[in-house]
């Protein structure tokens, strides 16, 4: 047996608690995981609460990443004792997910677990923070460079906005944090932002264009912030999306787009190729200054991720949770 959430909607409702588990009821998979620490990433605050279509079938254990050990292998790249890496690739939603002291995968779906990174750390940056880094790939791909000019990133007191303004103030870029949260201005300062702008100047319906400032974006927000984002990024800027955090709509026009060169890099972290993935953990040991990481992250236990779920959709958790899964 082991302790884990395990999400169920019967007759009786969509609920989650934690519960013991028989290891016999773990899914199909070539690698079985001791996890030691999952996270709450927004995805994991939907299905836990069930405010989202996120869970494909039920019984589910919720928990899109998970750091952990391997206790048994059939794949050839893994063997028992090797410290790994889970984001994405649809656990947590479809497939038994890391919030759980066992996980039950596919061997292809793993990264080895960097040396620079202690277990805890990899999952203070977790999917949030490995979504984070592939959006500055992104911006790095399309040519944006420090002296281009101002970086926005949107919901940046969240888990992927937190590390986003970590990375990029390492890299050298100016960045212009939003945030529904002034009182986290120093937070957001303490991570390198050197302006924080409250979230009000971009929530509402805005003009197609507006006065061009932005090189790049980070958007974890969608909806109007994203419009009006698009609208006032600089001649040729790049505009990554990842989020949806005030809806999935895109109230905009093609002004930026079609006027100003403006590209929109659609960023997703679930079915990213793997070297892409090795990349971009690669890129957080060099690039994520590690001591930051105290600063961004708190660390709880199975039962407070239940009650903190409805709390992280409401915008009220800072930066991000670990969950400590023993
Ligand atoms: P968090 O809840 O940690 O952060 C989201 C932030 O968005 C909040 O902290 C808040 O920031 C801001 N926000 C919340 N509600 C609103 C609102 N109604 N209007 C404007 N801003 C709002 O979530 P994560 O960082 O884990 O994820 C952020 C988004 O990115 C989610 O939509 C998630 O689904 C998506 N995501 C996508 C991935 C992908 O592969 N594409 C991977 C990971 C995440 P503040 O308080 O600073 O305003």
Not at 3 to 32: C, F, H, M, W
Not at 263 to 292: E, H, Y
Request: aromatic share 6%; charged share 20%; with cysteine.
């Amino acid at each position: 047996m082991f302790k884990g959430i395990l999400i169920e909607k019967d007759d009786a409702g969509y609920r989650a608690a934690v519960k013991e588990i028989d290891e016999s009821q773990l899914p199909e998979g070539n690698v079985t995981v001791r996890v030691s620490h999952s996270t709450l990433n927004y995805k994991d605050g939907l299905a836990i609460t069930g405010k989202g279509p996120v869970v494909r079938k039920f019984p589910m254990v919720p928990g899109i990443d998970l750091v952990g050990v391997v206790e048994e292998s059939t794949h050839p790249e893994y063997k028992a004792g090797d410290a790994v890496v889970l984001n994405g690739w649809g656990v947590g939603e479809a497939h038994w997910g890391g919030l759980a002291q066992k996980a039950r995968l596919n061997g292809d779906w793993l990264v080895p677990l960097p040396s620079t990174f202690s277990p805890q750390q990899a999952m203070a940056i977790g999917t949030a923070g490995y979504t984070a880094m592939l959006c500055v790939l992104a911006l790095e791909k399309h040519g944006v460079r420090p002296a281009d000019g101002e970086i926005v990133v949107t919901g940046a007191a969240g888990g992927v906005g937190s590390v986003a303004v970590a990375i990029l103030a390492k890299l050298g870029y100016t960045v212009a944090a939003v945030t529904g949260r002034p009182h986290d201005a120093d937070y957001l300062k303490s991570l390198g932002a050197a302006e924080v702008l409250d979230r009000s100047l971009f929530a509402s319906p805005g003009k197609p264009l507006g006065k061009e400032r932005w090189a790049g974006a980070v958007d974890v927000v969608g909806s109007h912030v994203l419009a009006n984002v698009c609208a006032t990024t600089k001649y040729r800027g790049v505009v990554t999306a990842c989020g949806l955090a005030a809806g999935m709509d895109f109230p905009a026009t093609v002004a930026p787009f079609i006027l100003r060169g403006v590209t929109l890099a659609g960023i997703d972290s679930v079915m990213c190729p793997r070297a892409d993935r090795l990349t971009a953990w690669q890129r957080l040991a060099t690039d994520l200054d590690i001591s930051k990481l105290g600063t961004i992250s708190r660390e709880v236990g199975l039962d407070e991720a239940i009650p903190l779920a409805a709390s992280l959709l409401k915008g009220e958790v800072r930066g991000r949770v670990v969950v400590d899964v023993n």
